[in-house]
């Protein structure tokens, strides 16, 4: 995830100079699916920061753009029955809280918050004095969002060079034929752990040196990681 010095007008459209040449999450799979199954209609997601900021714009590529579901215009309502996306944003990787975001072809806002209890992850009310912003654009063959979250929303500041979160984007896809995807496997509400993650002006290392701290090996064993780096120990 790249820092910018000029961040993007939200207008949904994501042609700005500063969406060019950014890392892209692609190769969904099948949500539900117990391995890497990929999804027919794929998504592109790009995520840039600057000082106030961060920014996710996504390209949902849609063959069907006339059969788009997009019923839903109140704030929280239950924008998984439109054409969604939800966004998960864990400012660190505890796995024990996380922000969740949603908008759909119209730029509904919905948005909520998820922590860890003794009866298991619930969703609880965010949406009070939050900032963020969102915006919807439909081309002839995608749509696209493109969102804007202060870090005040996040309760955090700007995070630093190499600092890895946990993130995940999901996609309810109905246009034409009803398709759900997310960018890991397994990736649900009630699983932040299988989450994916990013890294803030950093690289795959960055993430490889963070799994060889927390993975523990059972007493007596040894563990080996073999990673864009080499081999982890």
Not at 6 to 23: E, F, H, T, Y
Not at 29 to 38: D, E, Q
Request: some cysteine.
């Amino acid at each position: 995830v790249k820092q910018v010095k000029s961040p993007p007008v939200i207008d949904g459209k994501l042609d700005d100079a500063c969406w060019k040449n950014q890392p892209v999450i692609t190769d969904m799979v099948l949500r539900g699916a117990k391995k890497r199954v990929f999804a027919k209609i794929q998504t592109e997601t790009k995520i840039i920061y600057d000082d106030d900021a961060m920014y996710v714009g996504i390209k949902l590529n849609e063959p069907n753009v006339d059969k788009l579901l997009k019923k839903h215009t109140d704030y929280d309502g239950q924008l998984w029955w439109d054409d969604s996306v939800e966004l998960y944003i864990e400012t660190g990787c505890s796995h024990q809280a996380y922000f969740k975001l949603m908008s759909n072809p119209l730029g509904t806002r919905a948005d909520w918050y998820g922590k860890y209890t003794p009866m298991g992850f619930q969703m609880f009310d965010w949406g009070v004095g939050a900032a963020w912003t969102v915006k919807a654009a439909v081309d002839k063959d995608f749509w696209s969002l493109e969102f804007r979250i202060p870090w005040s929303d996040l309760q955090v500041k700007r995070p630093n060079p190499g600092d890895v979160w946990s993130f995940e984007v999901v996609r309810f896809r109905y246009a034409g034929e009803k398709e759900y995807s997310s960018w890991n496997v397994g990736a649900v509400y009630s699983r932040p752990d299988r989450f994916g993650n990013i890294v803030f002006n950093g690289n795959v290392g960055d993430v490889e040196k963070l799994l060889t701290q927390r993975i523990v090996p059972v007493v007596g064993a040894n563990v080996k990681i073999y990673g864009d780096q080499g081999v982890l120990t």
